[in-house]
């Protein structure tokens, strides 16, 4: 993660912090480990829905995609997965406005999560929104303490703010 920072290699950070995602997450580590892909907790409309997006996502363009993820939650405003794949997507593709937009829902549902604090404030920092991403970054740390991605991004972002002694003590 050092190596491979958001702003200046952001493909290979989106990997890492795919990876890191999984495996940090029981539920999406657990499905991982299982190599269940059958979205089993959702009803059978909604689960074969998620099959097909999943398959798009491999087949696809992103706008597609986007599209398919956009119809589930105007159906399903409440099914996470879909929102956090589409809010990761847009960050992924540029859409850092729709990607906050998708965000915010989610921390609102679920303020304790730090990975959606995280991504929000990754969000925000490409909306040239600094503070608040700062703060969203903060949370995240604050939420859970050994989140690196979000030590990275908040010393990152601290440093190129000029403040770099507050950037180094958030990786201490």
């Known amino acids: 993660?050092?190596?491979?920072?958001?702003?200046?290699?952001?493909?290979?950070f989106q990997r890492i912090r795919a990876a890191y995602e999984v495996l940090s997450d029981p539920v999406q580590r657990e499905r991982y480990d299982a190599a269940?892909?059958?979205?089993?907790?959702?009803?059978?409309?909604?689960?074969?829905r998620l099959r097909?997006?999943?398959?798009?996502?491999?087949?696809s363009d992103d706008a597609m995609v986007?599209?398919?993820l956009r119809a589930l939650l105007r159906d399903h405003p409440?099914?996470?997965?879909?929102?956090?794949?589409l809010a990761l997507s847009l960050l992924r593709t540029g859409d850092a406005a729709g990607?906050?937009?998708?965000?915010?829902?989610?921390?609102?549902?679920?303020?304790?999560?730090?990975?959606?604090a995280f991504h929000r404030?990754?969000?925000?920092?490409?909306?040239?929104?600094?503070?608040?991403?700062?703060r969203s970054l903060e949370r995240a740390i604050l939420l859970d303490p050994a989140f690196v991605p979000a030590r990275v991004a908040?010393?990152?972002?601290?440093?190129?703010e000029r403040k770099v002694d507050e950037g180094i003590r958030v990786l201490d």
């Open 52 to 59: 097909a997006i999943e398959e798009a996502t491999r087949t």
């Open 99 to 116: 990607a906050y937009a998708e965000l915010e829902h989610l921390v609102e549902a679920a303020p304790e999560n730090a990975r959606y």
């Open 66 to 68: 986007h599209d398919m």
């Open 78 to 85: 409440n099914v996470t997965v879909a929102r956090e794949n």
């Open 121 to 134: 404030g990754i969000a925000l920092a490409r909306l040239d929104r600094k503070g608040d991403a700062e």
């Open 1 to 12: 993660v050092r190596k491979f920072t958001p702003e200046k290699n952001p493909d290979e």
């Open 154 to 160: 908040l010393s990152d972002l601290l440093i190129d």
């Open 36 to 48: 269940e892909k059958g979205f089993g907790e959702y009803d059978e409309t909604v689960a074969t």
